[in-house]
């Protein structure tokens, strides 16, 4: 079905590496050659993969509140996407399913940042990579990214923490 999806002009986009193993991202990328991971928390348990994917910079959409309430992490203040993004992973943050989940991707911003510490760096990083992992087409995401960063250097804006 994945191949039939690529001829039809659709992006592959698997679930993988949220409940299942670091194994599962390894597949999705192999066998299904998914353009983008949903989830994907669980790659950082294997350094070859966390490699792979900063190298290709392949995106892994990133739900934390879901990943909690799936107990993927205990709470919130254990989730690892600080140190996905830290290493270089392009990590976005996205919402699972709001009504069930418990957030929208808002509420997953910013119960994030708090939980986590992000910065102002981390949170312009978070939007930029949102972005950079998009469908979009090149124009489009080049627009969008200098919107951001014409946003991100407004005075008001460069003390925030």
């Known amino acids: 079905m994945y191949d039939r999806a690529r001829e039809a002009g659709l992006l592959g986009v698997a679930h993988a590496g949220e409940e299942g193993p670091p194994s599962y991202v390894w597949e999705a990328l192999d066998v299904l050659k998914a353009r983008r991971i949903d989830h994907g928390v669980r790659c950082i348990e294997d350094e070859r993969l966390v490699r792979r994917l900063v190298e290709e910079q392949t995106p892994l959409t990133v739900c934390p509140l879901s ?17 996905m993004l830290d290493r270089g992973l392009l990590v976005t943050v996205n919402s699972d399913d709001p009504a069930y989940f418990g ?33 979009l087409g090149e124009e489009q995401r080049r627009r969008y990214l200098d919107e951001l960063e014409r946003f991100a250097a407004q005075p008001s804006l460069k003390t925030i923490s």
Request: hydrophobic fraction near 45%; charged fraction near 25%; glycine fraction near 4%.
């Open 67 to 83: 990943n909690v309430k799936l107990r993927v992490f205990p709470n919130l203040q254990a989730h690892n996407l600080k140190q």
């Open 103 to 135: 957030g929208y991707v808002a509420d997953n911003f910013r119960d994030s940042a708090a939980a986590l510490g992000l910065d102002r760096d981390d949170l312009l990083r978070l939007a930029r990579n949102s972005f950079v992992a998009s469908f």
